[in-house]
């Protein structure tokens, strides 16, 4: 009796790991996209464009417009990154509402045709 529990807990220790290891793994790859800011950072950089993400009417913030223009400068890659993440799904952001903020930030170098999940930057 001794081993079967002993096995049931060994199971579930890796399990555990697992888990864990697959959510540092993701982290760590969105990462990627930010450079060596992790993907949560950048997401909370963007906390003033929250209500903008979901409203599509809503005027956008000076201070998103100022966060996105430095992210689409320093890498463009992480905007997409952050609003693919699990966090931006988590806070209620509607990518297709969300990607026309370079647009109606009337940001100039925005990456104009660059696919982000099933959407494209306008």
């Known amino acids: 009796m001794a081993a079967k529990a002993r096995g049931c807990s060994c199971l579930v220790t890796l399990v555990l790991f697992l888990v864990s ?14 450079g060596k800011t992790p993907i ?16 599509a009417k ?19 890659k992480c905007l997409c990154a952050v ?18 903020i370079p647009k109606r930030c009337n940001i100039k170098k925005r990456p104009v045709g660059k696919k982000c999940g099933g959407y494209t930057v306008p």
């Open 83 to 100: 609003l693919l993440s699990p966090l931006a799904k988590q806070a209620g952001i509607n990518l297709g509402i969300a990607i026309t």
């Open 40 to 55: 949560s950072t950048a997401a909370v950089s963007l906390s003033p464009c929250l209500s903008a993400a979901g409203n």
């Open 21 to 34: 290891s697959m959510a540092s793994l993701q982290e760590v790859i969105a990462a990627g996209e930010c």
């Open 58 to 76: 809503a005027k956008v913030p000076p201070a998103c417009c100022t966060k996105v223009g430095a992210l689409i400068t320093t890498s463009p």
